[in-house]
């Protein structure tokens, strides 16, 4: 059973900078689509960042110059790097993969997923 297990969020303080990563076991992660998306408090779960097979990347307007994500063959197939955080960054980030994705920052395109690390970002 392919899994993904997000690691590296923590408290930071607006303007600071997070690196998370996205580990992978029971399948090879190298082909496929990786994504990252935030869910704030009380609302929905929304696309970030997204690398195809291609490395085609793709940012949501909120993230573009601040957040970059990357995707290598290793054994942690995607990492996002965060920088000039916000406030409204605060919230859970879940990487998320599938072999395909139509539009690679919906959700629904996603059959895996990970548990989620939380990131807080305090003034």
């Known amino acids: 059973q392919p899994q993904l297990m997000e690691s590296g969020g923590d408290s930071v303080q607006a303007g600071g900078s997070l690196r998370l990563s996205c580990a992978a076991s029971?399948?090879?992660?190298?082909?496929?689509?990786m994504a990252w998306f935030h869910q704030a408090p009380g609302k929905e779960r929304e696309g970030v960042a997204a690398i195809d097979n291609d490395g085609v990347i793709n940012y949501a307007d909120s993230v573009k110059g601040r957040f970059t994500i990357s995707k290598n063959r290793a054994k942690n197939p995607a990492y996002l790097l965060m920088n000039n955080l916000t406030l409204e960054d605060t919230g859970m980030f879940y990487c998320a993969s599938d072999s395909y994705a139509e539009d690679t920052l919906r959700a629904d395109e996603y059959n895996y997923w990970g548990q989620g690390t939380q990131v807080t970002v305090v003034s």
């Open positions: 029971g399948t090879t992660f190298s082909t496929y689509v």
